[in-house]
């Protein structure tokens, strides 16, 4: 039968600040995030057995994994669903994906419906869209069904949001390039780059009538 071990020394990384290097008797056995060892209780002199080292374990484990996941979300902000893809991939478990996600949130990292509307504004301050190219956008970045409508209604209940307004204006921009062009062609251009950019056909028929550029055509000739 082995003799009992314990942890002689816990010493400072010379790599890293943040570190700290756990030895058995003249053995290294961990280099461990000073928040693990702190989580972990360890402390000189404690019997380092199988148990004790797989719990060690775990938690070290479970700080890489927010680490990692902490570097994804300061790359390029995501959503809750991406990134338990993005963790699902790399081979972590359900239960570890469930307690990073947990872990983020309290630490602010990670929250839906911030990034929905910070995606909103970005949208709409690259260029004007309508409800269904919003959706559109915010369903591909993986955020909920539920929070999607939330995020349309407030936008669409904005007072500084006018939907006919916001067409206009593109479809003033696009106008520029489309003088040699007749009325009635001029006016089926900017129809479909409308609607490419999610605007329903009542938005688009009210904020075309609006420009007098358009004189000329009308919804026969349409």
């Known amino acids: 039968m082995s003799e009992p071990a314990f942890i002689t020394r816990l010493v400072a990384s010379e790599k890293r600040i943040d570190e700290v290097v756990v030895m058995v008797g003249q053995r290294v056995v961990a280099t461990l995030p000073l928040s693990v060892v702190m989580e972990a209780g360890l402390k000189v002199g404690q019997a380092w057995d199988g148990a004790l080292a797989a719990r060690v374990k775990s938690l070290a484990d479970f700080n890489r994994a927010v680490s990692a996941a902490m570097k994804a979300v300061g790359r390029r902000p ?58 559109a956008k915010l369903q591909q970045r993986g955020l909920e069904q539920r929070l999607i409508a939330k995020l349309l209604r407030e936008t669409a209940e904005d007072p500084a949001r006018d939907a006919v307004a916001d067409a206009r204006e593109l479809a003033r921009k696009k106008l520029r390039g489309l003088s040699r062009l007749e009325p009635v062609t001029r006016k089926r251009r900017l129809w479909g780059m409308l609607a490419r950019r999610g605007f329903d056909s009542e938005t688009i028929s009210t904020a075309l009538s609006g420009l007098t550029e358009l004189s000329g055509s009308s919804e026969e000739e349409f």
């Open 78 to 135: 995501l959503s809750i669903r991406r990134l338990e893809g993005k963790m699902r991939k790399a081979g972590h478990d359900d239960d570890t994906i469930a307690r990073v996600v947990e872990r983020m949130k309290g630490l602010g990292a990670l929250d839906d419906e911030k990034f929905g509307r910070a995606l909103v504004a970005e949208i709409q301050s690259h260029k004007l869209a309508g409800p269904a190219l919003l959706r």
